[in-house]
């Protein structure tokens, strides 16, 4: 392990940009980072640090294993992975939320609350990109249900009879309208996280205190500026 440099894993896709312009606010500057999307590796010598660009989804795996010291990952696909790594800060942006939703025309009737009624169903297929999160929240609330590992489009499952159910990500819900689908129960709201390699943690404590100290206070501002 390289005391002099920090590692820190950023994902692919769309939280890249948002990545590297918070870590550009703490005098961390990699906008450069996003404009090639074929390069993974990338020094920043006069920073000491080292950034590498994952699949969203293997950057917990990354920072568990050491080859990233810290690493932005969304609260979603933290809790999916199930890795054994620290949980340091939330970043606040890449905001989303889990649901249960279903077709419009099999919803179950609600209770005086507002909530449906999900007591009413029998064992349901849940179609999900997300198995453990889904077992969690239905054992949470004693129902049982079978898990469909899907890697996307999950819209579309119900409407081919390959589930019942699904529990997917949404922001605005559009796509779940756009496809006869109804948000039944929430789940969780879930943003980006700073997590770290449990040893890193302990071996850089300082860098990486500093570094969280200084994330820290940028959000702090931003939230007290609006």
Known sequence: MDKDFLTIALPKGKLLIDSTQLLSKVGIECGHVNEDSRKLFYDLPDNKVKIIICRPTDIPTYVEYGAADLGFVGKDTLLEENKDVAELLDLRFGYCRFVV???????????????????????????????????S??????MQVTPIKLHGNM???????????????????????ENHLVEVAPI??????????RV????????????????????????SAK
């Open 101 to 135: 939703a279903m077709l419009e025309t099999s919803v179950p009737p609600k209770l005086p609350s507002g909530e449906y009624d999900l007591s009413l169903l029998n064992h349901q297929r849940v179609a999900t990109k997300f198995p453990r999160v889904t077992e």
């Open 137 to 142: 929240f239905f054992s949470s609330i004693g």
């Open 155 to 177: 819209e579309l499952a119900p409407c081919v009879d390959l589930s019942e159910m699904i529990v997917d990500i949404v922001s605005t819900g559009k796509t779940l309208r």
């Open 188 to 197: 969780l709201e879930a943003t980006t996280r700073l997590i770290a390699n």
């Open 200 to 223: 890193a943690y302990r071996m850089k404590y300082e860098r990486i205190r500093d570094l969280v100290e200084a994330l820290r206070g940028y959000l702090q501002a931003e939230v």
